[in-house]
């Protein structure tokens, strides 16, 4: 039988490494596309891909989404029947320091992939988001329908104009496109950037961990592995077109295109505090805390309502952050062969 193919890009980064693998044991031909930039650790991005290269079914391309006709040369070569496009400037601080980064990567980088997905004439595209652009809301858990006009960061900004302009590509040109939001995502493999990465690194070399808004956090946690299987069954739940749907409850599907916006959360607020007794817990050793007041262009609590993504797929996150942690702990002391306590 023939391997449907499928682009993925952002496959040397945390979600994308992830993704790539439960692909791979599902039998798709996976071509991976990443820029390789230096925002954290390249050596960890190249590992990753290390690992997913020894699949005679993946290929990887490195190189800037920006630089519409290298990627175009890509597509054209492999001709994907599904796009997913992951690869992203990250980070809610660092958008304080280099906006540009963002505006060049998230918009002109996007923009450059619905090219492609529309010349390609793919089955489906499906782009990651945030739950930053629910931005100041504080009516929670955040559901897909309701209005997200205040972003805080440019971050989050530039990931609400990817929205709007894959909605206006999927209305245009047909393209069933899915949009996803993630919330807070840890697990191995994880971003050096990432609290979890950072606080463990801290604490094992007696490092204070900064405590933002002294404390009175909260986050839905959302284990990489119930995140990449969300996207998996969402590949495909494919929208379809206005005149041949039926439109569940909550549905945020668009009464003009064949698209949709799915979170994919853990639906489970946990005070940040919480969080890092289960990371002092899993090492077997307590942190010392260094309580700051809020950082510009931070949200206090983020909470998400993934009743949507279960009516689409059956399937709803449910990993305890115990358990994703203890999972990443024993990543972190493998991949850096650290021993010690516990």
């Known amino acids: 039988m023939k391997k449907r193919r499928i682009l993925i890009t952002g496959s040397a980064g945390f979600i994308g ?31 990753r ?3 997913l290269l020894e699949s005679p079914n993946f290929s990887a391309k490195e190189g800037l989404l920006e630089d519409q006709r290298e990627f175009d040369n890509l597509c054209d070569e492999f001709r994907p029947e599904i796009i ?26 996007t923009f450059n992939v619905m090219e492609a997905a529309r010349r390609l004439e793919v089955d489906h595209l499906l782009m990651a988001s945030t739950s930053s652009v629910y931005g100041a809301n504080v009516d929670m858990p955040f559901k897909e329908t ?24 999927a209305h245009l040109w047909n393209i069933p ?30 490092r204070p961990i900064d405590i933002y808004n002294h404390g009175d956090m909260y986050r839905d946690f959302t284990y990489v592995g119930d995140l990449v299987r969300g996207i998996r069954l969402l590949i495909d739940t494919v929208p379809k077109p206005p005149e041949n749907r039926l439109v569940l409850e909550g549905d945020s599907i668009s009464p003009v295109a064949p698209y949709r916006i799915v979170n994919i959360g853990n639906s489970n607020k946990i005070k940040l505090l919480d969080f890092v007794e289960a990371i002092e817990e899993a090492l077997g050793k307590k942190a010392i805390y260094n309580y700051m007041p809020m950082q510009m262009g931070d949200v206090p609590a983020t909470w998400a309502d993934a009743s949507l993504l279960q009516s689409l797929t059956g399937y709803r996150p449910e ?24």
């Open 146 to 169: 309701t209005k997200a006009d205040s972003q805080l960061t440019i971050y989050a900004a530039t990931k609400k104009a990817n929205e709007s302009m894959a909605h206006s590509y």
């Open 177 to 206: 496109t899915t949009m996803f939001r993630f919330f807070t995502v840890y697990g191995p493999w994880g971003r050096p950037d990432l609290a979890l990465f950072k606080f463990v690194s801290a604490i094992l070399e007696d």
């Open 49 to 51: 891909h290390a690992m």
């Open 84 to 109: 997913v496009h992951l690869a992203a400037q990250a980070g809610v601080r660092y958008s304080l320091e280099n906006p540009r980064a963002y505006i060049d990567s998230n918009i002109v980088g």
């Open 319 to 342: 990993t305890d952050i115990r358990q994703g942690i203890a999972s990443f702990v024993e990543w972190y002391r493998d991949y850096y062969n650290i021993q010690g306590i516990k």
């Open 17 to 47: 490494y992830h993704l790539a693998n439960v692909l791979l044991a599902d039998g798709y031909r996976v071509q991976g596309f990443d820029g390789m930039t230096d925002y954290y650790d390249v050596a960890l991005k190249r590992r």
